[in-house]
């Protein structure tokens, strides 16, 4: 072993629980012996020290001294739940109000609160495809099945979804000269 032993290998080896190779240590190194000795000199000494008892009075005090400080706080609860159960039982009031009442229960006099409407279409401004959309509008109707196969509007109207999208990809990689969006 090329370092010293640590604490607790050396308690571990005072309770006979060390290793081969710590035991072995021990047997070479004399400052791991030396400290190991130290440590079991402290053991013996603790194990031999003896602790008082306080006296009996002691515990007549304490008991008292618990009593006052437990009499003390008692008042400062008091004012607590003094003024805790009344706002409790305000607030309860008024929960239950508000559940009567029910959630759209408006004021008299005041407009119902309106939502915005929710659309799945991004907006116009966002929205990649519009121009494609419009451009077939104005040749003719896009979901229109009969048109020529030889007009544009005609072909993309054939085109599958994954057709579609690859086509979109290949047109904007066009437009960016090839530098990603």
């Known amino acids: 072993m090329r370092t010293h032993l640590t604490d607790d290998m050396l308690v571990e080896a005072l309770d006979g629980l060390g290793s081969a190779e710590v035991r072995r240590h021990l047997g070479a190194c004399p400052e791991c012996a030396a400290r190991l000795d130290e440590v079991r000199l402290g053991l013996e000494m603790a194990q031999a020290a003896e602790v008082p008892e306080p006296p009996p009075r002691y515990w007549e ?79 003719g109707d896009p979901l229109d099945a009969a048109l020529p196969p030889q007009t544009v509007a005609g072909e993309l109207s054939q085109l599958s979804d994954e057709e579609s999208e690859v086509l979109a990809d290949a047109l904007r990689h066009e437009l960016t000269g090839g530098e990603a969006l």
């Open 61 to 139: 005090v304490f008991r008292r001294q618990v009593g006052r400080r437990i009499s003390e706080e008692a008042p400062a609860r008091r004012a607590v739940a003094f003024w805790l159960f009344p706002a409790l039982a305000t607030l309860a009031v008024l929960i239950a109000l508000g559940i009567l009442r029910g959630p759209n229960a408006s004021q008299p006099g005041e407009p119902a609160v309106t939502l915005p409407a929710w659309s799945a279409l991004p907006p116009a401004e966002e929205d990649e495809g519009l121009e494609v959309l419009q451009a077939l509008a104005a040749e």
